[in-house]
């Protein structure tokens, strides 16, 4: 019998803004892992940030439905918005998996740099026996996620992955400073991100 699992990328970040390199990684990563489709999950309260420095999470949404609409792969999910308190992977991915069959397999993406924290994270090895992650890297980071990998034994390699990605430094961080200074982020954002921005006056503090 033919195994036909769905398979499902989850999108997490504080997307502050959300730009051309997340879109990137996440249509590398779809194709790479034969995804079904990739669900773009702003996190309403980033736990390991103050929330003071957080734009507000109905902007950080808008900004992700507009950029990832004409893909018909993408998908933006509310979830960690409708919930209050700090924004646990955990708790998503419970919730996520109420909501799919059971034989779903879900693949959390993220940056190279947050995979290196992971150690930290509320119940990691819960996490870890739930769902894939997915690092999407630079060629030199080999090292850092060979550890990370190791750190986490068997579960570590069976559920930790790697995949580099094109060469795009860009990050949310030089979009807000570049608003900040009136220096154009043309082309680093999707056109309809970057009117928003100047529309609501965005990181101009
Ligand atoms: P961050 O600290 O803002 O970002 C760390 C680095 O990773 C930055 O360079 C960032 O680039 C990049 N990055 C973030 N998300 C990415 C993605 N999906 N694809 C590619 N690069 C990405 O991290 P964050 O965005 O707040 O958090 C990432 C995810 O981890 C969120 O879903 C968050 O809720 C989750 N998280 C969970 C826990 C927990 O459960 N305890 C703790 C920490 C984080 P940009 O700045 O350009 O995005």
Redesign the pocket.
């Known amino acids: 019998m033919v195994e036909n699992k769905r398979r499902i990328g989850i999108?997490?970040?504080?997307?502050d803004p959300i730009?051309i390199?997340?879109l990137v990684?996440a249509e590398a990563v779809r194709v790479e892992y034969n995804l079904d489709e990739v669900i773009f999950?702003p996190?309403a309260n980033?736990?390991?940030?103050n929330e003071a420095n957080v734009t507000k999470a109905m902007h950080r949404y808008i900004m992700t439905a507009m950029a990832t609409y004409s893909n018909p792969f993408f998908h933006v999910s509310a979830i960690?918005m409708e919930r209050p308190g700090p924004?646990?992977?955990?708790d998503t991915i419970y919730a996520l998996k109420k909501q799919y069959d059971s034989s779903t397999e879900l693949f959390f993406?993220?940056?190279?740099?947050?995979i290196q924290?992971i150690s930290t994270?509320?119940r990691i090895e819960e996490l870890l026996g739930l769902c894939h992650f997915i690092a999407?890297t630079r060629q030199g980071c080999k090292t850092t996620l060979e550890q990370i990998k190791q750190h986490f034994g068997d579960l570590g390699k069976k559920k930790i992955h790697r995949l580099n990605t094109p060469e795009l430094e860009?990050?949310?961080?030089d979009i807000r400073d570049k608003v900040k200074n009136n220096i154009s982020i043309k082309y680093l954002v999707p056109e309809s991100v970057e009117k928003y921005i100047y529309k609501e006056r965005l990181y101009l503090e």
Do not use: L, N
Not at 11 to 15: A, D, E, I, K, Y
Not at 109 to 114: E, P, Q, S, V
């Open positions: 999108m997490g970040g504080t997307f730009h390199g997340h990684t999950i996190a980033p736990p390991h940030k960690e924004s646990y992977t955990i993406i993220t940056g190279a740099d947050t924290e994270w509320d999407a860009i990050s949310s961080t």
